[in-house]
């Protein structure tokens, strides 16, 4: 069975030309009673299909994680646009929360007045969830790390959440 190495509008590096290229389209080739395809090709606009061994991803720098633990926090912003009995509705009248991931309290993630108004609720969660992800991380490492000193002796369930956990740690940048 054949998994996609890369994907549509992914810029590659072409061996066999020795060009940069874009993927066009993604080709499987499907056999009959098979559920996956066996084969895949990719169409780079290069005049054939070239095979995933001929072909290498674009090398991108992980930006490193931030410091270890962090300094989030959610500060609360004056909302210039509404008055406080205005939007009565929403968790913090008057204000919309501000995550700063600076210690000189700028820099971070902050959303439009206007988004906050449509859904106080989520974006309320949001902040939190942003603000927490350091420590969120720190754990899911030592999951990671936990499962990985005796990946025997640990249940599977953890093991699975351990893999889990390793995989986003991977896609955030922060994996060890």
Not at 124 to 148: K, N, S, T
Request: hydrophobic share 45%.
């Amino acid at each position: 069975m054949a998994k996609a190495l890369f994907q549509r509008h992914q810029k590659v590096w072409v061996e066999a030309v020795g060009a940069w290229a874009s993927v066009e389209r993604v080709i499987p080739v499907w056999a009959k009673d098979f559920d996956e395809p066996v084969k895949i090709t990719y169409d780079v606009g290069l005049g054939r299909e070239f095979r995933a061994e001929e072909l290498k991803a674009e090398e991108t720098s992980v930006p490193s994680a931030p410091e270890a633990g962090g300094d989030w926090r959610i500060l609360r912003a004056r909302n210039k646009w509404q008055q406080p009995e205005d939007c009565a509705h929403h968790p913090f009248p008057g204000t919309f929360p501000v995550v700063v991931t600076d210690k000189e309290d700028w820099g971070g993630w902050r959303t439009p007045g206007a988004e906050y108004d449509r859904a106080p609720l989520t974006i309320e969660f949001q902040a939190r969830l942003i603000a927490h992800a350091p420590q969120l991380m720190a754990i899911a490492q030592q999951i990671c790390d936990l499962v990985a000193e005796a990946p025997h002796d640990a249940p599977v369930e953890l093991q699975g959440i351990a893999a889990n956990a390793a995989g986003v740690l991977r896609l955030v940048g922060t994996a060890k």
